[in-house]
T-cell receptor, first 116, second 114 residues
Framework: NAGVTQTPKFQVLKTGQSMTLQCAQD?????MSWYRQDPGMGLRLIHY???????DQGEVPNGYNVSRSTTEDFPLRLLSAAPSQTSVYFC???????????????FGPGTRLTVL | AQSVSQHNHHVILSEAASLELGCNYSYGGTVNLFWYVQYPGQHLQLLLKYFSGDPLVKGIKGFEAEFIKSKFSFNLRKPSVQWSDTAEYFC????????????FGSGTRLQVQP
C-alpha cells in the first residue's frame, strides 16, 4: 500500500491564483481530512469528509473548497490564493475502530505552499 | 470548543536524560488521545494512542504516556532520550462524540544534544 499520497510536494503561487492540492489514499478509509501546519500553531483542521459525497468544515475553512467524489480522493482547492495561505498542508485518512469513534489518522508527506 | 495545550514549546536535553512533555486538554467527556512525532522534513507518525483501559500506554521507540483523567492530562515520557529523538512532538485529542476531527496542540520541539 502507498498509504496517503499528496501532490505536489512544493508549490509557489502568486496572489489571486487558484490551484488544487491532490490527496489520495489506498486503504479504503472512510474519513479524510486536510490540515494546515503553521509555526507555533500545531495543525489546524481545514475541511474533512466522512465518506464519498459528504464533506464538512473544520476550524479554518475560509478560502478553501473540497469535494469527495470517490473514497480514494480528497482534493483541496484554493480559490484565490493569499499570502496568509502560505503553509504546509497535510492530508490524513482514518477508519472507524469499533464503537469508539475514529482510530489514528494516517498522514501524507505534505505540500509546502508559498503564496507571493 | 476543545483545546489542547502543550506548555513546553522548546526542550533541549542531553543524550540519556529523561523526558516528560506535558499535554492538557479541555473537553470533559470521553476522549481518545494521541501523540504524534514529526522528524525533520518528514510527515507525522503515530507514537502512541489511548482509547480506554490501562491509563499507562506504551508506544514505539520506548515512549510511554499516562492518561490522568482528573487532571485532563496525557503526558509523554521517555526514560532515556537519544539524539535520534530530535523532532517535534504533537499531542492530539479526539472527542468521542461522533465529531471525527483531531484537535492538535501547538507542538513541542525537542532537541537532543549528543
Amino acid at each position: 500500500n502507498a498509504g496517503v499520497t499528496q501532490t505536489p510536494k512544493f508549490q509557489v503561487l502568486k496572489t489571486g491564483q487558484s490551484m488544487t492540492l491532490q490527496c489520495a489514499q489506498d486503504m479504503n478509509h472512510e474519513y479524510m481530512s486536510w490540515y494546515r501546519q503553521d509555526p507555533g500553531m500545531g495543525l489546524r483542521l481545514i475541511h474533512y469528509s466522512v465518506g464519498a459525497g459528504i464533506t464538512d468544515q473544520g476550524e479554518v475553512p475560509n478560502g478553501y473548497n473540497v469535494s469527495r467524489s470517490t473514497t480514494e480522493d480528497f482534493p483541496l482547492r484554493l480559490l484565490s490564493a493569499a499570502p496568509s495561505q502560505t503553509s504546509v498542508y497535510f492530508c490524513a485518512s482514518s477508519y472507524k475502530f469499533g464503537g469508539q469513534g475514529y482510530n489514528e489518522q494516517f498522514f501524507g508527506p505534505g505540500t509546502r505552499l508559498t503564496v507571493l | 470548543a476543545q483545546s489542547v495545550s502543550q506548555h513546553n514549546h522548546h526542550v533541549i536535553l542531553s543524550e540519556a536524560a529523561s523526558l516528560e512533555l506535558g499535554c492538557n486538554y479541555s473537553y470533559g467527556g470521553t476522549v481518545n488521545l494521541f501523540w504524534y512525532v514529526q522528524y525533520p522534513g518528514q510527515h507525522l507518525q503515530l507514537l502512541l494512542k489511548y482509547f480506554s483501559g490501562d491509563p499507562l500506554v506504551k508506544g514505539i521507540k520506548g515512549f510511554e504516556a499516562e492518561f490522568i483523567k482528573s487532571k485532563f492530562s496525557f503526558n509523554l515520557r521517555k526514560p532515556s532520550v537519544q539524539w535520534s529523538d530530535t523532532a517535534e512532538y504533537f499531542c492530539a485529542v479526539n472527542e468521542d462524540t461522533g465529531r471525527r476531527a483531531l484537535t492538535f496542540g501547538s507542538g513541542t520541539r525537542l532537541q537532543v544534544q549528543p
